[in-house]
């Protein structure tokens, strides 16, 4: 068994990484592409390497000689192949150079902008079928070639984009771009083929075409091997180069990496997020149906302004306009209204980092919490405000981690003693509506808001409402000359279509959000009775849908992030180093459905139990 890679690409996309280097050296995690590939192909026993090189061919020739001998090439032998017309063919051509080679031997044929697991190879040579294309399940980050397959995974067909058709990709499978071809396949079939085609159309063309007709001619020709699709990523610019460098990357530097990302997840379909916070019992699917059908008028339309937006969230919240303001996000109304604060902001802590962050022109006064379960009242928040002159009260309620909630009453009597004090309350009620029903309430309220001027109430709609992507988040309060200097502050576009659309249909599921966060509020108190019987586990009380833990064994929080996200797949929020929790032993867990919590909590019972 031979290989046979191609890499006489020029990798344009790539941009300065391509500039003094081909493709294949692109760099992923301090390693090149070509040496992860010379090195699974040593470690699965291949003797023979054939690499077709063109752009820069010196340059790569030196490299793999100045990285490789034969004491680590294991007995590999490795020849070159020169396209010197590399910039005016593509890689139908490039193979078409290798064609003799490709008939000497059983051949592993594989692209050289790839970064694979050597468990990829091994598959391929333990297989007994001898003509074998590597595919995987189509997911949503993938582009390219598909093909599909029937039931003993021959490919009955090949797709190009031409052809491809969104609505069917329960049914493809993505081509990785790694083959198996016995040198009798490629004598009598591929290679004749390929000159053909070649002849007829051209030297600029994609060898998979050549695959595409002998598919059609024939469906036992070649077959499909199904691979994971988090086994492999192909790199053709500098964002495909960051997703890889957090797939393949290890241990703690694969946490940091993922969290540097701040979202973006559904890049990774086979991670289970148990970091960010969302609704998942919200938005129902008819709501999603209703979107989807809308989809091309929004997204070929204009938004419209702050006005309408104002319009729109008023009607949600039965709120006078001039009373609200959307944002894209609450991340965007916290910033705003970081511009706009001066003076003195008492936090309790531990809090959402975003707030004091973006408070640049405030002295953070913090409001010691109860070191047992970081518990606070408002009459705690009082002291600190007559005693260090506070201009500026910041509670999130539920507090972001703890979990900690304060009672309407308590709230509003604290509301009413800062009113005569001059002092304002920043009220962030984002996962109050996920309090048990008994105790849940809002401040997003005209009679409320009207009572105390000195009352501003910010909801993220992308946590509550389970809609992150759209970016919605709502700032109100009474005095309607300080929502226009936000309106102001903000862009004239900061909503997109998608969004306003959102906005505007919300009234209709109005009933099933209540139903929603009803669930959330069960599945809470189920999860948390569940958690509470682990050993080495414990679990602070929440009326969020979160909740904080503390880790009382031997377990560390970071060695437990890690070990979560590597063997299981399963990203939590390591606490370590945020104020408050500068011992490595505190972790957030995101409240998902059932079925998701319990694997959550059999996994944990695994590890912490050092099985």
Not at 10 to 39: D, Q, S, W
Not at 408 to 432: G, M
């Amino acid at each position: 068994m031979q290989a046979l890679m191609l890499a006489a690409g020029m990798g344009k996309r790539l941009g300065r990484y391509t500039k003094n280097a081909t493709k294949c050296m692109v760099p992923v995690n301090g390693k090149t592409l070509i040496e992860y590939a010379i090195e699974a192909l040593v470690k699965n026993g291949i003797k023979k390497m054939v690499i077709v090189v063109g752009y820069k061919s010196d340059v790569l020739i030196d490299f793999i000689n100045s990285k490789f001998n034969k004491k680590n090439l294991n007995g590999m032998e490795i020849e070159f192949i020169e396209n010197k017309v590399y910039d005016k063919t593509n890689n139908i051509y490039s193979l078409y150079m290798a064609r003799e080679a490709l008939c000497q031997d059983d051949t592993i044929l594989l692209e050289s902008d790839l970064i694979f697991k050597p468990e990829i190879i091994t598959k391929l040579l333990k297989s007994k079928d001898p003509n074998l294309a590597v595919v995987s399940h189509f997911e949503s980050w993938m582009d390219g070639t598909c093909t599909l397959l029937d039931e003993e995974n021959h490919i009955t067909g090949i797709l190009d984009k031409a052809h491809f058709n969104w609505f069917e990709t329960e049914d493809y499978y993505k081509t990785v771009n790694i083959y198996k071809f016995s040198k009798e396949f490629s004598k009598d079939y591929y290679v004749p083929f390929l000159e053909a085609y070649q002849k007829s159309f051209g030297k600029n063309e994609y060898y998979e075409q050549v695959l595409k007709v002998l598919s059609f001619l024939s469906s036992s020709t070649l077959k499909g091997l199904p691979v994971p699709g988090d086994d492999w990523y192909e790199i053709d610019d500098p964002a495909d180069l960051a997703i890889a460098e957090t797939r393949f990357s290890k241990g703690k530097d694969k946490l940091k990496l993922l969290q540097k990302t701040y979202g973006g997840y559904w890049r990774y379909p086979q991670l289970k997020d148990y970091c960010y916070l969302v609704n998942p019992y919200f938005p129902p699917q008819k709501m999603v149906d209703e979107l989807e059908a809308n989809i091309k008028t929004l997204l070929t339309q204009y938004p419209s302004g702050a006005a309408q937006m104002s319009l729109l969230a008023g009607k949600i919240f039965n709120l006078l306009p001039e009373h609200i303001v959307v944002g894209n996000g609450a991340a965007e109304l916290i910033s705003s209204l970081g511009d706009k604060l001066t003076g003195k902001v008492a936090v309790p802590y531990p809090t959402f980092n975003e707030y004091p962050e973006r408070f640049a022109n405030c002295q953070i006064v913090p409001v010691k919490t109860n070191p047992k379960d970081f518990s606070y009242t408002a009459k705690d928040i009082l002291e600190v405000v007559k005693k260090e002159g506070v201009n500026t009260v910041l509670l999130i309620n539920p507090d972001n981690p703890s979990g900690n909630f304060l009672q309407k009453k308590e709230v509003l009597s604290l509301l009413k003693e800062l009113q005569p004090l001059n002092v304002k309350l920043v009220f962030d009620e984002s996962f109050i509506d996920f309090a048990d029903k008994d105790i849940r309430y809002t401040l997003l309220n005209e009679e409320i808001l009207n009572e105390y001027d000195n009352l501003i109430v910010v909801k993220s709609i992308s946590k509550s409402y389970g809609v992150p992507g759209l970016r919605l988040g709502v700032l109100a309060s009474s005095n309607s000359d300080y929502i226009n200097l936000i309106k102001k502050t903000n862009a004239i576009w900061n909503i997109n279509s998608f969004g306003e659309y959102y906005l505007q249909i919300y009234e209709k599921y109005s009933k099933t959000y209540a139903s929603a966060c009803d669930s959330i509020a069960e599945e809470r108190a189920r999860f948390i009775k569940e958690l509470s019987k682990i050993k080495g586990l414990k679990v602070y009380p929440s009326q969020a849908n979160f909740l904080l833990c503390r880790l009382t064994g031997n377990m560390t929080s970071d060695k437990l992030a890690v070990t979560l996200l590597e063997k299981c797949n399963i990203f939590i929020k390591d606490l370590t180093g945020k104020k408050c929790f500068e011992e490595p032993k505190y972790i957030r867990l995101a409240i998902r459905d059932k079925e998701d919590n319990d694997i959550l909590i059999e996994t944990l019972k695994t590890i912490l139990a050092g099985k």
